[in-house]
């Protein structure tokens, strides 16, 4: 990708134009990372771009910015430019072009607001970028309270960048980014859901939970999680401290400590070790000598779907973390189980997920790990098994024997599926008279049809 962003600077610099990497890749490169993608700057205006590049996309022409995609890989390349009026909290009204220092000034963050020479290797710093970096801060470029002004998603990617990389957060930005944290509601949902994303998934998400927490972000935001805090627990199952504590603690042992900014880990565990607990507050029962919280999987489990569909997240996305949030106290069981209904649970497409959410909950609490070995086990030796079988029953064959489409449906074909994997059902035959008896015993049930 790098050499591709060279070969468009050098493509810009021979038609006439000053052209620089910016921001983000520089960053990286400073501190001795490979960046995740490049952005170039460059005087060339958007017109000059599409003309000079076959494969373009304006994806922001009226900022000045053009996507050219180059070799497979897409690089920004946008204009220098001035920004002022943000009239809507996310976008400038107006945009002009600008000096390579006045672009800089423009920007978020002073480790933002560098520019390198990709040819010389020269680094431009308008902004006291390097001083921050080698210091780890996340400083504003400028009035803090300005900037934050102008974009409100600055907020949480202040957040994010501190996660991130294991830096502090300036002092004066701090303060400014506490005291806007009620500007978030401003922003689209859309935008806010990519963020928290890169800081769940990423190293450092425990600070960065930790960060929105103490920003007044996650009040905002998320007001399902940050009602975790002072939730006690039993000691003697989790003598960390309370549930915000547990789930922080998780979230370590998952995404490890900041200092880099690649995504580590697939959404769905980072958002269900976020939310499997996020029933605990309102299911508490706290007596003179026992805490409970019952049902809390169950109730977490519409929450978590409450809150996933709140930040737009794919359907697969929410069903499945849904699933984890709901299924994860099963695992104390998992010794005691059938081998039917233990076979369902290693076979089901969110079992490795699972497990490892399971693995990280012992780990940040009472630290047994005894039935996740079992589960280990129990699964490399379903891995060397015969291929999966066929069912004897399916859904045509529940409706046809009179019960109503809905939820019973699925629970008929999953315990014939335990019994067929248990040798109880040793035929289709079997397996047909068992439904026929099965049914007849729903006589006065609603999902039952009447057949007459």
Not at 422 to 432: D, I, K, T, V, W
Request: proline residues 6%; glycine residues 8%; aromatic residues 6%.
């Amino acid at each position: 990708m790098r050499e591709t962003a060279l070969k468009i600077v050098r493509r810009l610099r021979e038609a006439g134009h000053l052209a620089y990497f910016a921001g983000g890749c520089v960053r990286d490169r400073c501190l001795g990372r490979e960046p995740l993608d490049y952005d170039v700057a460059t005087t060339a205006t958007p017109q000059q771009v599409q003309a000079l590049f076959t494969h373009t996309i304006p994806v922001g022409a009226q900022f000045g910015v053009i996507i050219v995609h180059e070799d497979g890989h897409d690089v920004q390349v946008a204009m220098f430019r001035t920004e002022s009026d943000y009239r809507d909290g996310r976008h400038p009204d107006v945009v002009r072009p600008g000096t390579p220092e006045e672009d800089a000034r423009r920007r978020d963050f002073t480790i933002n607001g560098l520019f390198e020479d990709p040819v010389s290797g020269e680094v431009i710093d308008y902004v006291g970028g390097r001083a921050d970096l080698d210091a780890r801060v996340v400083r504003c470029i400028g009035d803090p309270q300005q900037r934050f002004a102008e974009d409100k998603l600055r907020l949480l990617r202040a957040i994010r960048l501190a996660a991130n990389l294991d830096f502090t957060i300036a002092p004066e930005t701090w303060e400014a980014l506490r005291a806007q944290a009620q500007e978030i509601r401003q922003v689209s949902i859309e935008r806010v859901r990519d963020e928290l994303l890169k800081i769940l998934t990423r190293p450092g998400a425990a600070r960065g939970l930790q960060l929105l927490s103490d920003s007044g972000l996650l009040d905002e935001i998320l007001p399902e999680v940050a009602a975790m805090h002072d939730v006690p627990q039993p000691a003697e199952y989790h003598p960390e401290g309370d549930v915000f504590t547990h789930v922080c603690l998780m979230l370590e042992l998952m995404a490890g400590k900041g200092g880099e900014s690649r995504p580590l880990v697939e959404p769905v565990l980072a958002l269900a070790v976020l939310l499997h607990d996020v029933g605990k507050p309102r299911t508490l029962q706290q007596g003179p000598d026992r805490i409970r919280f019952p049902e809390h999987d169950r109730v977490g489990a519409e929450m978590a779907e409450t809150i996933l569909r709140r930040l737009r997240l794919p359907n697969r996305v929410i069903e499945d973390v849904a699933l984890c949030v709901a299924e994860h106290m099963r695992f104390q069981h998992v010794q005691q189980m059938r081998p039917g209904k233990l076979h369902r649970l290693l076979t089901r497409p969110t079992f490795a997920v699972e497990l490892e959410l399971h693995r990280l909950d012992c780990l940040a609490s009472h630290r047994n790990l005894e039935n996740y070995e079992f589960l280990r086990r129990k699964a490399e030796e379903l891995a060397k098994s015969p291929p999966p079988f066929e069912p004897w029953l399916g859904g045509d064959d529940v409706l046809t024997a009179g019960v109503r489409k809905g939820p019973l449906v699925g629970q008929i074909l999953e315990e014939a599926e335990e019994l067929q994997l248990e040798g109880r059902l040793r035929s289709r035959a079997e397996a047909l008279a068992w439904l026929r008896a099965r049914v007849a015993n729903l006589s006065g049930s609603p999902e039952a049809k009447d057949t007459g």
